[in-house]
């Protein structure tokens, strides 16, 4: 598994070989999942922001 992130103005987006399974606006705090397979209880990646 090759997990990607890229911040693009106000929206961090998450892929997951090549596909997007997670966007977050960072200014709102709102976020969506477009892949729930990618985020169960085997997955061991955690997303963190960095400052």
């Known amino acids: 598994m090759m997990f ?3 911040t ?5 987006y ?3 070989n090549g596909k997007l ?3 977050k606006w960072l200014n709102s705090g709102e976020s969506k ?3 729930v397979m990618a ?3 085997y997955t ?7 400052e």
């Open 8 to 12: 693009k103005d106000n929206e961090l």
């Open 39 to 41: 985020y169960d209880k």
């Open 33 to 35: 999942v477009f892949d």
């Open 14 to 16: 998450v892929y997951l």
């Open 44 to 50: 061991l990646k955690t997303i963190k922001e960095t």
């Open 21 to 23: 399974i997670y966007k």
């Open 4 to 6: 990607k992130e890229k």
